[in-house]
């Protein structure tokens, strides 16, 4: 069983632990193949994974009892459009990304906003395991052990002034690896995602470096990419290199494609159908040929934690 | 090199041929060799092969009327069962494999997806064809069987229908099997036409003149 340490920050129980982890990723700025080679093991005792641990610590587990897709399955199926249409060959095209080094441009609404090096932003947020549902708009589910921290921490550090009401994030535009924005396909590139500053405050919502113990895969949107384990995965942006707070509902990338199939809010929702499909099951991506589909929950299997941010809010309109 | 199969032999190499997806198909799964989403993958095979089926019946018709060799009737019964046989894969694989049988979830998933409907459309043109399709339902029909049986030209721009309808839009497959059921159905149009006398001489001079022989008496 893995488990992971919510209530407590991860950093009060095993500081030195997370910060030997959070080194070993920095030190990728000198050799990246080192970082995807970090064992598992030492980067869970790192992260107080290790089983047990967390309860021993007297912490919470946050999707300690969903049972983690095979990682093998997960690095091999992704939505990353500026690559190919094809969820399993973008694996290996997305190995020609350049990570290194990567800065996140912090900018709009906000007090402190400027160029921040990727590696100083991860000193400063401990990092914690979050296993997420994770449920693309297709039809397909996962469930994902995430690596990452709470987009609030750093939002409230660069201290958002009353004036934001929205946070637009940008993914990586590299023409020169990723065929698909080069060639302007389908897409309005750079792929662009936005959330309302209550759902980008939500302690759900985090920003993720790492799965399964290690740092994340290319196609998994490395360096560090956006989760909203409520929202249908393209909310969940990859690869981001642009923060910034807003006054104006943002433009997002599938929604600008097709307005009246892909909504702002995009919230996980079986009562919602696509306008060409039902969204009431999904199928659970096990590995395996018999998994038969279960029903879709509402926001995700998460309206306990999310429910109240959208009130009386009409749903079917804001999809 | 001897090709001088007899027409019967041709009909079972077909049918070899022909059941050779499905082998392939059997091998990939027991291997486990389909991928993060393997029921996913055999909706694409199976969809896939019920669709090339579907445009080789299609062709069986319009080659009969360019070569003008009318053996060929028991060829398109062939491709049209095994079209069938293939949708009918494809349609079980979905309800047992993929649903599990679960009655509720397939209800909401079907009355909620349109491009499933596209889907049910056209298997149950292409099974009502498929029941149908012996010599004593062809000779209990009488020309009502004919009739009937153009239905086929409905199933198959309606398979491509369910198969765009599916996507989020890239389309670039599924046009190509738009531009052959397309071309297809507009040679039956053409020979349509060219079959009325007034209508006739619609296809060029310089590109062979008629299109088919001289029409049979209506
Ligand atoms: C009740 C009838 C049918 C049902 C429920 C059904 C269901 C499905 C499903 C679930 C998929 C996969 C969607 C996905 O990507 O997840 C699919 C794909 C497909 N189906 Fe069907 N189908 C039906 C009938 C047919 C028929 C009659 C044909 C052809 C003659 C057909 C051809 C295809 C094709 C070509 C694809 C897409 C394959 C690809 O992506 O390359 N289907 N169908």
């Given amino acids: 069983m893995r488990t992971s340490i919510p209530k407590i920050p991860a950093a009060e129980i095993t500081d030195e632990a997370v910060f030997a982890a959070r080194r070993a990723f920095l030190q990728g700025a000198a050799a990246t193949a080192a970082l995807n080679v970090m064992p598992i093991a030492a980067a869970a005792a790192a992260l107080n994974l290790v089983p047990g641990a967390a309860a021993a610590a ?14 093998r399955v997960v690095e091999n199926y992704t939505n990353y459009y500026e690559f190919t249409f094809n969820k399993e060959d973008a694996t290996r095209l997305a190995q020609r990304m350049v990570i290194e080094p990567w800065t996140v441009t912090i900018g709009g609404e906000a007090e402190k906003t400027g160029v921040f090096d990727l590696a100083d932003i991860l000193k400063n947020y401990p990092g914690q395991e979050r296993i997420y549902r994770f449920r693309c708009v297709e039809g397909w589910a996962m469930v994902v052990p995430w690596l990452g921290f709470p987009l609030a921490d750093l939002l409230k550090a660069v201290r958002p002034l009353s004036s934001a009401k929205y946070v637009r994030f ?4 590299q023409p020169d690896v990723m065929p698909k924005l080069a060639e302007n396909k389908m897409l309005h590139w ?15 919502t985090i920003l993720a470096y790492g799965m399964y113990g290690k740092s994340l895969p290319k196609q998994n949107g490395a360096p560090l990419r956006l989760i909203v384990p409520w929202k249908y995965g393209f909310k969940s942006i990859k690869a981001i290199v642009k923060i910034e707070l807003t006054r104006e509902q943002p433009e997002t990338a599938w929604n600008r494609f097709a307005p009246h199939e892909y909504g702002f809010y995009a919230n996980v929702n079986p009562n919602v159908p696509h306008p060409r499909w039902s969204q009431s099951s999904e199928r659970v991506l096990s590995g395996g040929f018999f998994s038969p589909r279960r ?24 999809f | 090199m001897k090709l001088m199969l007899s027409a019967r032999q041709w009909w079972w190499l077909a049918l070899a041929a022909f059941c050779w997806p499905l082998l392939i198909l059997g091998v990939d799964i027991a291997n486990a060799n389909l991928g993060p989403d393997p029921v996913k993958a055999v909706h694409i095979r199976l969809g896939d092969w019920s669709l090339r089926l579907l445009c080789l019946t299609l062709t069986v018709t319009p080659l009969q009327t360019l070569t003008q060799w009318r053996g060929m009737a028991d060829f398109r019964q062939l491709f049209g069962l095994l079209t069938w046989f293939y949708a009918s894969l494809h349609v079980w694989v979905y309800l047992g494999v993929d649903q599990g049988w679960q009655w509720p979830l397939i209800a909401a998933d079907m009355a909620e997806s349109r491009y499933i409907w596209f889907g049910l459309l056209s298997y149950l043109i292409l099974l009502l064809l498929a029941l149908t399709s012996s010599v004593f339902a062809m000779r209990l029909l009488g020309r009502n069987w004919k009739r009937l049986h153009r239905y086929i030209y409905l199933a198959a721009p309606v398979a491509v229908l369910h198969y765009i309808w599916q996507l989020k839009g890239n389309l670039a497959v599924p046009a190509v099997y738009g531009l052959i059921v397309g071309g297809l159905l507009l040679f039956r149009v053409a020979s349509w036409l060219q079959g009325r006398p007034k209508l006739g001489q619609f296809w060029p001079r310089w590109a062979g003149g008629r299109l088919i022989q001289p029409a049979k008496p209506r």
């Avoid at chain 1, 940008?170 to 535009?173: D, G």
């Avoid at chain 1, 792929?191 to 759900?204: I, T």
């Avoid at chain 1, 309206?303 to 749903?315: D, H, I, R, T």
């Fill in chain 1, 58 to 71: 007297g912490g919470k587990t946050i999707g300690g009892e969903l049972t983690p897709t095979p990682l």
């Fill in chain 1, 170 to 173: 940008v993914t990586a535009s």
């Fill in chain 1, 295 to 318: 029903p879709t929950e509402l926001f995700n299997g998460y309206a306990e934690q999310v429910a109240s941010l959208y009130g009386s809010m009409n749903l079917r309109v804001n």
């Fill in chain 1, 190 to 204: 750079p792929y662009e995602e936005g959330l309302r500053m209550d759902e980008a405050m939500h302690p759900l």
